[in-house]
């Protein structure tokens, strides 16, 4: 069965700091997968995916990851942070497996320091 | 363009209580989906809708039924509130089950006391 895992329910940076939120997964074939970001007292909205294509994805915000299928891993980079990234990231997996299988890291709490 | 709307944002019920949290979405999605959100544990799909006309359980249905009203609105009823129902409801919508992004609404605080 799939499953997705979230090394780390907060993480602690400064501002102007390397983030690096760590996400491994499990799936019997290279799956599809996904960073949201959720601010405070919102829904959660897409970061950037990956789809097969390139394994180095960026996305919105400075945002960027990068597939690894040797090491199940999909983690997630900024290389400088400000106080506005401070928010929750879920990292989540579409096996491609058939029918709606999508399922969600329990997420990471980022906090930016000044 | 309003994306994914859910109402109420917040409620309060006692338990025992029922109520239906309702959601719409005006970007002409095939599928829709309800999570609940817990500390912790993510997101926990609870019903989704693959296309109009269809429903199907996900990880936690239990104490929840939907309706696909139509294209555009996704249902969630609790017919008898429990407190282990506190939580906070997100509803979702995408172009298809497979391989897409999903968009989100803004959430439903629900407390049942």
């Known amino acids: 069965a799939q499953s997705v895992t979230q090394l780390g329910s907060h993480v602690s940076v400064s501002e102007g700091a390397l983030v690096l939120l760590r996400c491994n997964y499990s799936s019997s074939v290279p799956p599809y997968l996904f960073w949201y970001v959720q601010y405070p007292n919102q829904g959660l909205q897409l970061l950037l995916k990956?789809?097969?294509?390139?394994?180095l994805v960026k996305g919105i915000n400075g945002f960027e990851a990068e597939f690894k299928k040797s090491e199940t891993s999909f983690h997630l980079t900024k290389p400088s942070a400000h106080m506005s990234d401070a928010a929750e990231y879920f990292c989540?997996?579409?096996?491609?497996?058939?029918?709606?299988?999508?399922?969600f890291g329990a997420g990471t709490r980022l906090f930016v320091k000044a | 363009n309003a994306g994914v709307t859910q109402t109420p944002k917040f409620q309060v019920l006692k338990t025992g209580q029922s109520m239906t949290l309702q959601c719409a979405q005006d970007m002409n999605h095939n599928s829709m989906y309800w999570y609940r959100q817990d500390p912790g544990m993510g997101l926990r799909l609870i019903y989704y809708?693959?296309?109009?006309?269809?429903?199907d359980k996900g990880e936690v249905p239990n104490g929840y039924n939907v309706s696909r009203l139509n294209k555009r609105e996704f249902s969630l009823r609790l017919e008898s509130a429990a407190p282990s129902q506190t939580s906070v409801y997100f509803c979702?919508?995408?172009?298809?089950?497979?391989?897409?992004?999903?968009?989100f609404g803004p959430g439903t605080r629900l407390t049942v006391l």
């Open positions: 990956y789809t097969s294509a390139a394994t």
């Open positions: 809708s693959a296309s109009e006309g269809t429903t």
């Open positions: 979702a919508s995408s172009p298809s089950t497979s391989y897409n992004e999903q968009f």
């Open positions: 989540a997996v579409d096996p491609r497996t058939g029918g709606f299988k999508t399922i």
